[in-house]
């Protein structure tokens, strides 16, 4: 477990391509249950099930139970964290970019 309560780094949770749009899938709605996420996956429950559980495991997901059906619903908090990161080397590349515009204007 890291320093922010989460079992698993949530760069690795979201290196899958089949989490990825897991997370996009929950962000367009409040919550979805199991087999409507299934729906969208050419793979079985069970598979989508462990991605959740990674998911779940990086705090990006949480789910509940309504009757005999786990209902999943996105936690977009833990993704600040890459998007802290990515800010930083936006600001590199934009800084370079006008170097380079300052560079291609002097001559």
């Keep these: 477990m890291n320093d922010k309560g989460q079992e698993r780094d949530v760069y690795v949770a979201v290196a899958d391509p089949t989490r990825r749009k897991l997370l996009?899938?929950?962000?367009?709605?409040?919550?979805?249950?199991?087999?409507?996420?299934?729906?969208?996956?050419?793979?079985?429950?069970?598979?989508?099930?462990?991605?959740?559980?990674?998911?779940?495991?990086?705090?990006?997901?949480?789910?509940?139970?309504?009757?005999?059906?786990?209902?999943?619903?996105?936690?977009a908090a833990p993704l600040s964290e890459i998007k802290d990161w990515v800010s930083h080397y936006e600001k590199f590349w934009k800084e370079k970019a006008l170097l380079l515009k300052n560079l291609l204007e002097e001559e």
């Design 24 to 75: 996009r899938l929950l962000s367009e709605v409040e919550e979805l249950p199991l087999h409507e996420l299934t729906a969208q996956f050419q793979m079985g429950r069970t598979a989508v099930s462990k991605h959740l559980a990674i998911l779940k495991e990086a705090g990006l997901v949480s789910d509940r139970k309504v009757g005999r059906e786990t209902r999943y619903r996105l936690n």
